[in-house]
């Protein structure tokens, strides 16, 4: 990192938050990391590689980006970048690129310090922080890949097996599925669940499942809660996420009640819930843990 000053590592920053400030919901890492090498002119030393082959530009960005998360300016899940309303304030409030960054190093410092260590300081103190924010790395790039993998097994299957996917999910989850839908046109539902097997007890629990990649907004919404009865509880499932529109109207409910899943949820929900899951319905996404050593940072 000699070959990089706190100023340039600033500039780097700084038009990164540019671009992720232009995505609220978040975007993911990769595209966040071409945006910004597609809007820069990188010097020779940045435009290299490590003996790894990783890309010089993108440890760069990475690494300082950890001074973000722990600065409470950015927030990272599941390979999605994004900004938090400290960030964007700080954005606002740094426009100079080194005190940007000298900001970022600050409050990353203050995190540390603040952090019980039960540990007595030695001599190699000093070298420990690099090897931490190298191992977070490690952790984040396999994470980030994990679970595009993931999302794109999920968006690509069949849509009646993504159908099947989430009754296998409630079946798991202890609820009694009474009935899916068959290929064909579903009049809006595609499950019917129940707490007992013999649908005596409320609630009534009415599924649509959308695996298409597109984002439900307040209309697809309302379409759906049309069909919900009293003492109904919806479940909307889809594979291409909400509007923030739409997850404030069915937060809002009183009447309808109405619960919403994207992929992410979805996934959780899955992994949480996969010890009671069928050989069968584990086959619709197979998932086999890999453990890493926690990053401490």
């Known amino acids: 990192m000699a070959e990089i000053t706190r100023k340039?590592?600033?500039?780097?920053?700084?038009?990164?938050?540019?671009?992720?400030?232009?995505?609220?919901?978040?975007?993911p890492a990769r595209e966040a990391l071409a945006q910004?090498?597609?809007?820069?002119?990188?010097?020779?030393?940045e435009n290299g590689q490590y003996a790894s082959g990783a890309s010089r530009f993108e440890v760069i960005v990475r690494f300082a980006t950890i001074d973000c998360v722990k600065a409470?300016?950015?927030?990272?899940?599941?390979?999605?970048?994004?900004?938090?309303?400290?960030?964007?304030?700080?954005?606002?409030?740094?426009p100079e690129p080194e005190a940007f960054y000298k900001r970022a190093v600050k409050l990353y410092?203050?995190?540390?310090?603040?952090?019980?260590?039960?540990?007595q300081p030695n001599a190699g103190d000093a070298d420990i922080e690099p090897a931490e924010k190298a191992s977070t790395i490690t952790f984040e790039q396999a994470e980030e890949r994990a679970w595009d993998e993931i999302e794109q097994h999920l968006k690509k299957m069949n849509p009646y097996d993504f159908q099947e996917l989430?009754?296998?999910?409630?079946?798991?989850?202890?609820?009694h599925v009474s009935w899916v839908s068959p290929?064909?046109?579903?009049?809006?539902?595609d499950i019917l669940a129940s707490a007992d097997p013999l649908g005596t007890r409320p609630p009534r629990?009415?599924?649509?499942?959308?695996?298409?990649?597109?984002?439900?907004d307040v209309a697809g919404l309302r379409s759906f809660m049309a069909l919900l009865g009293e003492g109904d509880v919806g479940l909307f499932v889809s594979a291409g996420g909400f509007t923030k529109a739409a997850?404030?109207?069915?937060?809002?409910?009183?009447?309808?009640?109405?619960?919403?899943?994207?992929?992410?949820?979805?996934?959780?929900?899955?992994?949480?819930?996969?010890?009671?899951?069928?050989?069968?319905?584990?086959?619709?996404?197979?998932?086999?843990?890999?453990?890493?050593?926690?990053?401490?940072?």
């Open 183 to 189: 290929p064909g046109r579903d009049g809006g539902l």
């Open 8 to 27: 340039r590592t600033g500039e780097l920053l700084r038009k990164l938050f540019g671009i992720l400030s232009k995505h609220p919901n978040g975007l």
């Open 72 to 94: 409470g300016w950015m927030l990272k899940r599941k390979g999605e970048w994004q900004l938090t309303e400290a960030g964007i304030q700080a954005y606002q409030a740094y």
């Open 109 to 119: 410092h203050e995190w540390k310090s603040s952090r019980v260590d039960t540990e």
């Open 247 to 297: 997850e404030e109207e069915a937060r809002t409910q009183e009447k309808r009640r109405v619960t919403l899943l994207d992929l992410e949820k979805l996934f959780d929900l899955w992994v949480e819930n996969s010890p009671k899951l069928d050989e069968t319905s584990r086959r619709l996404l197979p998932l086999k843990p890999i453990y890493f050593l926690a990053p401490e940072v």
């Open 166 to 175: 989430v009754a296998s999910l409630l079946r798991a989850m202890g609820y």
């Open 205 to 216: 629990i009415k599924v649509q499942v959308k695996r298409v990649d597109q984002t439900i």
């Open 36 to 45: 910004l090498q597609h809007g820069l002119e990188l010097s020779e030393y």
